[in-house]
């Protein structure tokens, strides 16, 4: 049974960086064809894709999210980290990790999810 789960500061400031990281277990994030990803939900914006990293440690992200995301990982710990920076209140939402299997963006396992909550 693959499961992820969420982890990371409740509350951030304007202007901070949100940084959140994805545990990983019953699979490797380095398992060929994986793509690791994060998806944020908020009442305003409904679901949105953030971005991956793959297997293979390259990484896409979304083009209005590209100029202040990353991800990146830690295979010895089997974990992969997102970092926002420069967040507004509009970065309020629920952020999600999950897994891409086969890289056709369906997702077959999430984390239950991190509310997030930009703030000062």
């Known amino acids: 049974q693959v499961q992820l789960q969420e982890s990371g500061p409740g509350l951030v400031k304007p202007s901070q960086t949100l940084s959140l990281s994805c545990s990983v277990s019953?699979?490797?994030?380095?398992?060929?064809?994986?793509?690791w990803t994060w998806i944020r939900q908020s009442p305003e914006k409904g679901l949105e894709w953030i971005g991956f990293?793959?297997?293979?440690?390259?990484?896409y992200y979304s083009p209005s999210l590209e100029s202040r995301a990353s991800i990146s990982r830690d295979t010895s710990k089997n974990q992969f980290t997102l970092q926002l920076g420069s967040v507004t209140p509009e970065d309020t939402a629920v952020y999600y990790c999950?897994?891409?299997?086969?890289?056709?963006?369906?997702?077959?396992?999430w984390g239950q999810g991190a509310q997030v909550t930009v703030s000062s």
């Open positions: 999950v897994r891409d299997p086969s890289g056709n963006y369906y997702y077959d396992y």
């Open positions: 019953g699979d490797s994030i380095t398992t060929e064809y994986s793509y």
């Open positions: 990293i793959a297997y293979s440690g390259s990484t």
